[in-house]
């Protein structure tokens, strides 16, 4: 069996340039789209909580460990969209391996747990001090790296 192939030869030349090309598609995306929430969240709650941190004179080892998992996942994820931001083939690599899905796993479960225990630390008539508000964006936050876990195992799986 005999099959006509036609080949078609391309010359690209290649200039060296300084410009960064941003893959703005990728926000467009679900999995962009929730990065972005999430590190807009993040930074509110890390930098808000840092802030208000200060002002406190009795340090609870639950605002301290709410400080630490804000600030480790404002950083992470921080970093995941810069890369996936960066280069235009990163998106589609990274979320075909096991860290992002690992990843927001450990930071649904993290999340969920330093604000558990941040709102449980909180009087009932401190409700509308900061570490409760930041208690409760982190609860939000939690189901966003709750929803980009299943995102990221659909894609690891392949669905």
């Given at each position: 069996?005999?099959h006509?192939?036609?080949i ?6 290649t ?11 990728y ?17 509110f ?13 009795q340090?609870?080892t639950?605002?301290l460990f ?6 480790a996942?404002?950083?992470?994820t ?10 235009l ?17 450990v930071?649904f479960?993290l ?7 941040l709102?449980?630390?909180t009087r ?12 409760v964006l ?9 929803i ?6 659909r894609?690891?799986r392949?669905?």
């Amino acid at each position: 069996m005999s099959h006509a192939v036609t080949i078609t030869r391309t010359t690209t030349t290649t200039t060296s340039t300084s410009a960064v090309i941003l893959n703005t598609g990728y926000l467009k995306t679900v999995p962009g789209l929730l990065k972005l929430s999430q590190l807009i969240i993040g930074g509110f709650i890390t930098f808000f909580f840092a802030w208000h941190f200060r002002s406190y004179y009795q340090y609870m080892t639950s605002h301290l460990f709410f400080l630490c998992i804000a600030t480790a996942f404002f950083i992470g994820t921080f970093c995941l969209l810069a890369s996936c931001l960066v280069s235009l083939s990163t998106g589609g690599i990274i979320s075909k391996t096991i860290y992002e899905l690992v990843y927001h796993a450990v930071a649904f479960i993290l999340y969920l747990a330093a604000s558990a225990w941040l709102m449980s630390n909180t009087r009932y008539n401190d409700l509308s001090h900061p570490p409760f508000l930041c208690a409760v964006l982190g609860l939000i936050l939690s189901i966003l790296y709750l929803i980009s876990a299943v995102y990221a195992q659909r894609s690891y799986r392949g669905i």
